[in-house]
């Protein structure tokens, strides 16, 4: 066709004359709106609430999207889909689409069609051809959309899937909510003469929460700082780089980016390595085989500095960690130095978690719900928040805020057990939202491999009858952690099967 004013007004004037003519074209439409790279929709405004809405009423997306000839993105670039869509729907999933095919190919090249309609977001969606210009001019029809694969291949976290998908009852809430948040304690009480009253701070949060959190805690915040620039300098570098230290069912210490608890991926990428190098752990769960396996880190190369401030960070926690113990055997009344004698090859690991931004943070979790198998956890977070915990008392999920300089603090299993649970495992669970990153730093101290792990002979009596039968920590440890590497289709292991009913 020609193009001009004149020869617009004279393609009207022999149009009576020429006949409808029918055109089919066939194409594959490419929409990559989540990764690192080669992205080709952004994210460009939502609703206040938007990010509270399962059907992300509010949101919008400018796109540029190749559409190619077959299906494989690297095939022939035919045109491109340029325009908007946004999600319209309060109630249920449906999108606005506005937005011109662009023909850059062959005999269509320049010539435009333009689509206006509601897309559902089905497999089959059906949208109007409004009108075109060029080779299209005055035209109509019907675009009938597909969807052929559901691949957003993001660079940091592998392929997004199903497998990220909670079940509707365990999705965040994603409301801000002001509520009695968990208790802040004071350490630096431990230097004055009465140390009973931190004891029993300590006790009634034990008790009361399973959480706290810690300031003056004696970790150096210049150390604590530089923990978190390693991470993320760690996490920055391209997936390639991270994968020549990735773990795997053998070497179950360095960089992984596929975890699932309750068999539900989470949204993130860890760094695991042992403030014990190496650590010694059962070879498998089964009770018959007494085979043992050795655990030892895996260093990066780059970022430099990475493993010092690592190990130094790891030291410094691991000091924290035994005066906790101290305290928590004060606050059960016991004699400070009670749990210590457990620890001495302990198997404690340091991760660094970092949490990517969640294109559907009301669906996936960047940790599932879950309770800690060691005996204490001590971590450190970026001042995002996410970390939330299930309320004892009424079984609320509360926020964990970030609190600048503290650490959070929770009792996990261990010691649920030997408290003959005076003080209970906490569930927890990270929350992911669409626009920021988190990076946090967990410490889980575990005792020996070897212990037996059951409620304190002290805690127990003909009136308080132990609650747990003893279990082999290492053993317990294996099973569970088997269920980290893939989906499995039953419930895994927890202290709950050791349970005295
Ligand atoms: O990221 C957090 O704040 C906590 C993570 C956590 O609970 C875990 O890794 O066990
Ligand atoms: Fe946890």
Known sequence: ??????????????????????????FFFHDRFAGKHNITAVRVAHGPDTDKSPTSFGLVFIMDDPLTERMNPTSKELGRAQGLYAFSGQHELSLLMSFNLVFTTGEFNGSTLTVLGRNPAVLHREMPIVGGSGVFRMARGVASAKLRSFNMTT???????QAFIQSIEHRANLDTIEIEGIPLIDLSLSHTTDINLL??????????WGFFQVINHGVPLELLEKIKVAAKAFFDQPVEEKRKV??????????????????????????DFLINDPSFLPASPETEDDEIRTLSNQWPETPPQFREVCQT???????????????????????????????????????LNHYPPCPFPELALGVGRHKDAGALTIVAQDDIGGLQVRRKSDEVWVPVKPTPNALVINVGDTIQVWSNEAYESVEHRVVVNSERERFSIPVFFFPSHY????????L?????????????FGK???ARNRSDYKKLEVQNIQISDFKII
């Open 313 to 351: 960070y790891a030291r410094e926690v691991e000091k924290l960690g035994y005066k906790l113990l101290e305290l928590i055997s004060l606050s059960l009344g016991l004699p400070s130095n009670r749990l210590n004698g457990y620890f001495e090859d302990h198997t404690t690991m340091m991760r």
């Open 476 to 478: 317990f440890f294996v």
């Open 1 to 26: 066709v020609k193009e001009g004013a004149e020869e617009v007004d004279e393609w009207f004037d022999k149009l009576p004359y020429v006949k409808q003519k029918v055109t089919k074209l066939h």
């Open 451 to 458: 212990v037996m792990v059951k409620p304190l002979e002290e």
């Open 199 to 208: 004891v029993s701070e300590i006790g009634n949060a034990c008790q009361n």
């Open 460 to 472: 127990v009596n003909e009136g308080s009858p132990p609650k747990y039968k003893p279990y082999n």
């Open 246 to 271: 990735k773990r795997d069912e053998v070497n179950a210490m360095g960089y992984h980016e596929s975890e699932h608890t309750k068999n539900v991926r989470d949204w993130k990428e860890v760094f």
């Open 155 to 161: 660079v940091f976290m592998g392929e997004v899937d």
